[in-house]
């Protein structure tokens, strides 16, 4: 039987934008808790990229996201040898 272990995260949207363009630039989140980027820069949508890539670089595996008050948290799980 495969055995996980699981972490979370969390990105300030800070990290990814200039102060000054955070008021264009947002996260849409429906009824569902399906999340999208929403009218944000390509250099925002790369930034996010990386730091997602960052963590499938050491194995883990997205499980979910949401965004709430300016905050990615992301659920990553790996499987445990």
């Not at 039987?1 to 990814?16: A, V």
């Not at 009824?31 to 963590?55: F, P, V, W, Y």
Request: glycine letters at 4%; hydrophobic letters at 35%.
């Amino acid at each position: 039987m495969r055995k996980w272990e699981y972490q979370i995260t969390r990105y300030d949207l800070k990290d990814f934008v200039p102060e000054e363009e955070i008021s264009n630039t947002a996260f849409y989140c429906d009824q569902k808790g399906q999340c999208l980027l929403h009218d944000t820069s390509h250099a925002t949508a790369d930034m996010i990229r990386e730091a997602l890539n960052e963590e499938g670089k050491s194995g883990w595996e997205l499980v979910q996201f949401g965004y709430h008050q300016s905050e990615m948290m992301c659920v990553w799980k790996r499987i445990v040898d």
